[in-house]
């Protein structure tokens, strides 16, 4: 079992940044891959970043903009957010992978304003 919170949304305007934090209960050492999900309303969710052994994955409209990282000493996967625009409001999702297992977390809103 692994349990997750997140932390770190809220309003900003465009241009600005935000560091999204997904605390586990496990060491981020034995999860892999952890991931970053974003959902918009009336929209699916969708996978913008993810993180496993020797390989990182964006997805285009985030390339350059966003990156995920670990912090096995804090149980902490996190995603830092630069040069927000207003179509990157969303709810966003951490998602780690633990014995073939996935756990998410509760979300936290993104709204960026123009």
């Known amino acids: 079992q692994v349990h997750i919170v997140e932390s770190g949304g809220g309003l900003v305007q465009a241009g600005g940044s935000l560091r999204l934090s997904c605390v586990t209960s496990?060491?981020?050492?034995?999860?892999?891959?952890v991931g970053w999900y974003r959902q918009a309303p009336g929209k699916q969710r969708e996978l913008i970043s993810s993180?496993?052994?020797?390989?990182?994955y964006y997805r285009d409209s985030v390339k350059g903009r966003f990156t995920i990282s670990k912090d096995n000493a804090k149980n902490t996967v996190y995603l830092q957010m630069n040069s927000l625009k207003p179509e990157d409001t969303a709810v966003y999702y951490c998602?780690?992978?633990?014995?073939?297992?996935?756990?998410w977390g509760q979300g936290t809103q993104v709204t960026v304003s123009s």
């Open positions: 993180l496993d052994i020797g390989s990182t």
């Open positions: 496990r060491s981020t050492s034995v999860l892999n891959p």
């Open positions: 998602k780690v992978v633990f014995l073939f297992k996935e756990y």
